[in-house]
């Protein structure tokens, strides 16, 4: 590594920290020189932002995205990558009861169908009939007038009549001999079944319709064996013509051609017809379907797979990958984002809003992705492992034996709000009937479970308490479980799997709570939250700073006991937290241990440091104890709630000792103090908590000044202090009530009546025999 010398300029030139330069603004300089801000759209995107909270918004939604297709992923593969022919390497069964289409089998049976349908022939009875009365008369208009062969053929309606024959029929001058044979042979062939040709195969049947005076008659079989074909009838002419009295060769030879060309089929087929009736027998065939049920064996262990195996494994394949629909997680992901959001504007017009923060959001998400993973894991063991090893248990009772309500439990110790546990409840309940096939049931039994174990964990002051709650947790899943299959009825369960199934949803609670228990430590360090399980540790007199106050300011240790306990009884009349209210008190003075002897509760009697002071230094010393408390607070990460009774346990209250003083030696002529310069910074105390704390602090220290603190006096000075904070304004920015003050100031008098209770002069002996007064208690 090289280093440059320093120029002679610079040797005496002393480090200054306006050398410094934060690169950070450089970029931020940057960013400002392009304007964006400044264009249509920036201006839109920070009009966004400012009123509905564009960027906080988008994420939740990318998250949600994240969410859906987290549970559109199926982590068991054991039913695809199969080929025929491969071994099976364990038992499958299936997870579901489906049923299978087979469709070689099906095509098979619409085949068949469609063969059964005989082919449909139209029977023109009369079209023999109709050749000869044409014929007749066609013979009688050219014997009388003369026509070519085409006036010929349009008369007869038949183009195929030969020209030698025609020429025949004209030297021979149409004569009634030739007209007689030719009748003779076509009544021959007229009741005769004549096609143009067979169909398919010589064998089998046909269905005749008759066709009479252009209508459709009736229908009847006939059997292929019975009908014969228009080539055929012409081969018999060649050998069975009658000849009538025709002798002459020629004659014969031409009589033949004729009434050939005269012979047509009777037997039509009508295609279309016979099309339309096949394809309705192909639609009216089932399909062919493979009946599965659940936990039945698809194929054993070590059997090679045929095509009915793939069939079915392919179709359990295919139902696992229809969940990954990109475009049913895209819609899953705005499904839950518009409920979020409605149940933000909701709450937001209710209660002035769910009051979260940026580690709030995180640690719902957090909570959120953990649950769905616990059940995605618990699906895939209930429908992949255990399955083959516990089939007559239903795939269910192992979702429902998961600790899927810690989540909810954890936000209920974590973010102790309605509105939020609400909130988390009915996003997880709906992610988690989602993994299970869009059940309605599962999200009701979920609903109910989060909502409950969320509600009972908070205020758990011990660890039975945390129990109680897995229990009672326990015992309404049960409940939800039991009539959900009652009611519901997605599918029949057998009696022993209802069994297992509600006693799954019992122990699923029970483990929540324990999950929970495991979980929240880890939660109050990375997130610092102050629940009341960290509450109970704090509350541990053993604590580095409460030791450290033992030692360097015992006054203060004892007046915070004092006021701890005072705390805890006003916060228990009021309703309030009291462990919160107690290990409050027990740290809201913790800022007076690095200067101790500057508070009259730990100045040993005649000692007063405050006497060199003037009464401005003297102030500031006692206001920096509040600054000095938060301080320490952080170091030790005592928590927010904790902190904040700390720097907000004196408010903005008057010093009024040190600000009388600095009245009485100030000259008006240089400056003149006022109210504003001798008080705490404050804020206000912004709980009943905090409240409680500048009550409790105010009224023991008034106490201990008492020379006789009798019940009247005592029961006078909380009322004073009370009154006094009250008027001063200190108590307007919390939740405080006057039936509130009264309880407390009632609470407050009978533990301060408890400590400083009289105490009896018992009489003792002197030496010369004498009775004397000993203030004392008995030994």
Request: aromatic share 8%; hydrophobic share 40%.
């Amino acid at each position: 590594m090289n280093i440059r010398p320093l120029r002679p300029d610079q040797k005496d030139r002393k480090p200054t920290r306006w050398s410094y330069q934060d690169s950070s603004e450089n970029f931020v300089g940057w960013v400002n020189s392009l304007g964006i801000e400044k264009t249509l759209l920036g201006q839109a995107l920070l009009f966004l932002d400012q009123k509905i909270q564009l960027k906080r918004g988008l994420l939740l939604l990318i998250y949600f995205i994240g969410i859906s297709f987290f549970i559109s992923w199926e982590l068991d593969r054991s039913f695809s990558g199969y080929k025929e022919g491969d071994l099976a390497v364990s038992d499958l069964r299936s997870p579901m009861t489906l049923s299978v289409i087979d469709e070689e089998q099906t095509a098979l049976r619409k085949r068949q169908a469609e063969e059964s349908i005989p082919p449909l022939y139209d029977y023109d009875v009369g079209s023999v009939d109709r050749i000869i009365a044409d014929f007749r008369q066609t013979m009688r208009r050219f014997r009388s007038k003369a026509g070519d062969l085409s006036d010929f053929q349009d008369a007869l309606g038949r183009p195929q009549i030969p020209r030698s024959a025609f020429l025949w029929l004209q030297e021979n001058g149409f004569r009634t001999s030739i007209e007689a044979a030719v009748v003779r042979n076509l009544e021959k062939w007229q009741g005769l079944r004549i096609l143009e040709d067979y169909p398919s195969g010589r064998s089998g049947r046909l269905i005749a319709r008759l066709l009479e005076d252009g209508g459709r008659g009736e229908e009847f079989l006939v059997d292929v064996s019975s009908v014969v074909s228009v080539s055929e009838v012409r081969r018999q002419l060649d050998h069975e013509l009658i000849k009538g009295p025709l002798s002459k060769v020629r004659d014969l030879v031409h009589l033949r051609e004729f009434v050939k060309s005269l012979v047509i089929a009777n037997f039509s087929l009508n295609k279309h017809e016979t099309e339309e009736r096949r394809r309705l027998a192909r639609e009216g065939v089932e399909e062919a379907r493979i009946q599965v049920r659940k936990g039945q064996v698809i194929v054993r262990q070590g059997a090679p797979l045929g095509k009915t195996h793939l069939l079915i494994l392919d179709e359990l394949a295919h139902r696992q990958v229809s969940k990954k629909k990109d475009f049913v997680s895209l819609m899953t992901a705005f499904f839950l984002f518009v409920i979020v959001i409605c149940f933000f504007v909701l709450a937001d017009k209710l209660s002035g809003g769910l009051d979260l923060e940026r580690r709030d959001f995180i640690s719902l998400g957090i909570t959120l992705f953990l649950v769905i993973a616990m059940a995605k894991v618990a699906v895939f063991l209930g429908q992949s492992v255990f399955v083959a090893r516990f089939p007559q248990i239903h795939s269910l009772t192992y979702f429902y034996l998961a600790p899927l309500a810690s989540g909810a439990m954890i936000i209920g110790l974590t973010a102790p709000r309605i509105g939020v546990l609400w909130l988390y409840s009915m996003v997880s309940s709906l992610a988690l009937g989602l993994i299970i096939d869009r059940s309605l049931s599962v999200a009701i039994v979920a609903m109910a479970a989060n909502l409950m174990g969320g509600r009972w964990v908070q205020g758990c002051s011990r660890r039975s308490d945390f129990y109680v709650a897995g229990i009672k947790t326990g015992l309404i899943s049960s409940a939800m479980i039991l009539l959900s299959q009652l009611m519901v009825q997605e599918e029949a369960v057998s009696g022993a799997a209802l069994a297992f199934l509600v006693g799954a949803g019992f122990f699923g609670g029970l483990f929540s709570s324990l999950l929970t228990l495991i979980l929240i430590p880890l939660w109050e360090s990375v997130f610092v939250y102050t629940t009341d399980v960290r509450l109970l540790e704090l509350s541990n007199l053993n604590h580095p700073l409460l030791k450290d106050m033992i030692v360097k300011a015992p006054g203060t240790y004892h007046h915070s006991l004092v006021v701890g306990n005072m705390c805890e009884a006003a916060a228990e009349s009021i309703g309030a937290n009291p462990l919160l209210a107690k290990v409050c008190a027990y740290y809201h003075d913790i800022g007076k241990t690095p200067h101790a002897q500057y508070f009259i509760e730990n100045q040993r009697p005649g000692e007063n440091r405050h006497d060199q002071l003037s009464p401005a230094m003297s102030k500031t010393i006692l206001v920096a104890h509040v600054k000095d408390g938060v301080e320490l607070a952080h170091k030790y990460k005592l928590g927010g709630p904790i902190i904040d009774v700390i720097e907000q346990h004196h408010g903005t209250t008057l010093i009024s000792f040190f600000y009388h003083k600095a009245k009485e030696f100030e000259d008006s002529e240089m400056h003149e103090f006022s109210e504003n310069e001798f008080r705490y910074p404050g804020p206000r105390p912004q709980t009943r908590e905090a409240a409680l704390c500048m009550l409790a602090d105010s009224i023991e220290a008034a106490a201990r000044t008492l020379d006789e603190p009798t019940p009247a006096r005592l029961q006078n000075i909380v009322r004073t202090i009370v009154q006094r904070k009250f008027q001063d304004g200190q108590l307007d920015e919390c939740r405080l009530t006057l039936r509130d003050l009264s309880q407390v100031e009632e609470a407050f008098s009978r533990i301060l009546m408890g400590i400083y209770h009289q105490r009896i002069d018992y009489p003792t002996a002197t030496p010369s025999g004498s009775k004397k007064a000993q203030n004392g208690n008995p030994q």
